[in-house]
């Protein structure tokens, strides 16, 4: 499918996609906000019904799909994959942000919550914290394309991958904590009965965030640039023939 492109316009069309798609993901949600939220998403927010969550968390699901395959489609090996997936999905949700602010004027700040996902479990968080995270995934998938578009190889040592997948652990945990917290009062008849698994999945009508984890999240993003830094600048190796973004 990349036959005939060479690496700088991969990144452009990958990246081409994933703005359409943020535009995507803003225009569904416009159009949930008039339907559930006409005043505004502020919490506590009104609970979606049964289908409509069943359809949100299968759409979730399918974007996610959506930017694997194209990250599959544009790289020829795991790291270029991974590397495109990484890009790939810091843009989307950067673009998705930037439209709904246009569409809508929401966010109002970098520090207003969001419902960020529902898979596995409802993560939550002030704008701010995905939109570092973001930025953070574009810098190494960028890092990486770039050095095995010139020819470099970048090494991911048993250390690299354990700093980069600490940190990705620590920012995840950072962004379930505050529903988490939330929902663990939940009685022991309610999870046998089912109804704390659902709580899980959708947002309680009486959810009104209170404090984000910013030390844990924090954290992982110090080993995620500490996983960066040493795959560039410690792990990094000259390669004569490294397998090009386009072959």
Known sequence: MTRGLNWK??????????????????????????????????????????????????????????????????GKNFTQRLAFFLLSFAIWDLTYYLFLYLLIGWPQSALTWDILFLIPVVWTGPVLAPVIVSFSMIFIGLMVLISEGIGEKLNFSILTWALLITGAVFIFFSFIWDYMTFIRNVPLTG??????????????????????????????????????????????????KAPAINN
């Open 191 to 240: 999870i046998v009965l089912g109804t704390a698994k659902k709580t899980m999945f959708t947002i309680h009508p009486d959810y009104i965030p209170q404090w984000f984890n910013w030390p844990v999240f924090v954290a992982g993003e110090l080993f995620v640039i500490g996983s960066t830094l040493n795959m560039a600048y410690k792990g990094r190796k000259r390669t004569k």
């Open 9 to 74: 316009a991969i990144i452009f069309w990958v990246a081409l996609y994933s703005i359409a798609m943020g535009f995507l993901e803003s225009a569904v949600v416009v159009y949930l906000r008039n339907i559930y939220y006409p005043y505004g998403f502020d919490f506590p927010l009104s609970p979606l019904d049964s289908s409509d969550t069943l359809v949100e968390l299968i759409r979730e699901a399918a974007t996610m799909v959506m930017l694997a395959t194209v990250s599959i489609i544009a």
